[in-house]
């Protein structure tokens, strides 16, 4: 159960590093518009997420205080 937390606490850090670093990224999403009989027509449409700096801080010191709580767990 440790190694757990602690893997949780380095991914969390992790996360809160990447999104510090790269706080924008892209995505896009296939919609369907248009359908007769067989025939379908999809378009792929371009999203953009922007994680905020308190979400990343946030992630940060819940990395950090299951880093540093991780050995104090009695199993």
Known sequence: MKRFIMA???IFV???LVAFVH???????REEVAKIGPV???VDKPHRVTVTPLLAVAL?????VLIV????TTR
Do not use: K
């Not at 940060?60 to 950090?64: D, E, K, R, S, T």
């Not at 709580?69 to 104090?72: E, F, G, M, V």
């Open 23 to 29: 706080p924008q990224f892209d995505y896009h999403r």
């Open 14 to 16: 992790v996360l809160a």
């Open 40 to 42: 379908t027509a999809t």
């Open 69 to 72: 709580l991780a050995p104090r």
């Open 60 to 64: 940060l010191i819940a990395g950090a």
């Open 8 to 10: 949780l606490g380095l």
